[in-house]
């Protein structure tokens, strides 16, 4: 039996339905989002120079494409080593992920601390524990274009909130390939839909308009499989009111490629 996955990512896409290809699953390519990159723009231009002239006493990194991407804007700026050089002196810096994790360390900076569950709910937490965070300039690399509640939150604890804006997540372009994937799934044509971040879930369901009930009751009944790469993407797949999303430990791409095709395999 050869089982069809729907992909709604728009980034390393490519990569991901090979996986699935190489493991004999057909895919449908439906991408709801769509990534705009902001590093050649003045305002995070603006925010570096002062970041890199007088450093955060605490950096929250969210992702780790937005802390790469930041980096090579500085290099490009010439920035790069005044930046470097004032977060490694001072600054406490906080990870959501393994992904953030990874590209901080990759920069030969020291975590300070990293979220377990990669929410931005442990990191307020954990930041609100610390008297000094009042007094205190906090950077914060942006990830959620809507605005993530925790941005107010931490702006109202921190002395001075910093935001970086790396990149912006927006609807596509084109939504008739994510509409053609909505109409795939609610007609029980596709096994899996799988979603590499929140706003690809939640876009999907503003995509589907007035067929949004059919698409919830084509993952809670219809019996296609909601793939997710990690516990936060999961979390919006819950408020979307999917019942029983699935996601991978370690959260990473290949890991979830091979858990959705072993959970249709056993279906």
Not at 42 to 70: C, H, K
Not at 198 to 208: E, G, M
């Amino acid at each position: 039996m050869t089982f069809r996955v729907g992909i709604t990512a728009d980034r390393r896409w490519e990569e991901q339905a090979r996986l699935f290809s190489d493991r004999g699953v057909e895919v449908v390519h439906g991408p709801t989002m769509r990534t705009i990159d902001l590093t050649e723009d003045e305002a995070l231009r603006s925010v570096t120079a002062s970041l890199a002239e007088r450093p955060p006493d605490y950096l929250v990194v969210t992702t780790g494409m937005g802390m790469r991407r930041w980096l090579e804007a500085a290099g490009r700026w010439g920035l790069d080593t005044p930046l470097l050089a004032g977060l490694a002196a001072g600054a406490r810096i906080v990870t959501r992920g393994a992904k953030a994790t990874s590209a901080t360390r990759g920069a030969n900076l020291d975590v300070w601390w990293r979220a377990p569950e990669e929410t931005m709910q442990e990191i307020v937490d954990h930041l609100a524990g610390f008297d000094d965070v009042g007094e205190s300039r906090v950077a914060l690399q942006l990830f959620d274009p809507d605005g993530h509640p925790s941005t107010e939150i931490l702006r109202a604890m921190a002395g001075e909130l910093v935001e970086v804006p790396v990149y912006q997540w927006a609807l596509p372009d084109d939504p008739g390939p994510a509409l053609q994937l909505i109409d795939a799934a609610i007609a029980g044509e596709l096994d899996a839909v799988t979603f590499t971040a929140q706003p690809a879930v939640h876009n999907l369901f503003r995509i589907a308009g007035d067929r949004r009930e059919e698409l919830r009751a084509a993952f809670n009944a219809g019996g296609v499989v909601a793939s997710c790469v990690g516990p936060v993407c999961a979390s919006a797949a819950t408020d979307e009111g999917i019942d029983a999303p699935i996601w991978p430990d370690p959260p990473r791409l290949t890991a979830m490629v091979k858990q959705v095709t072993a959970a249709l395999a056993e279906s």
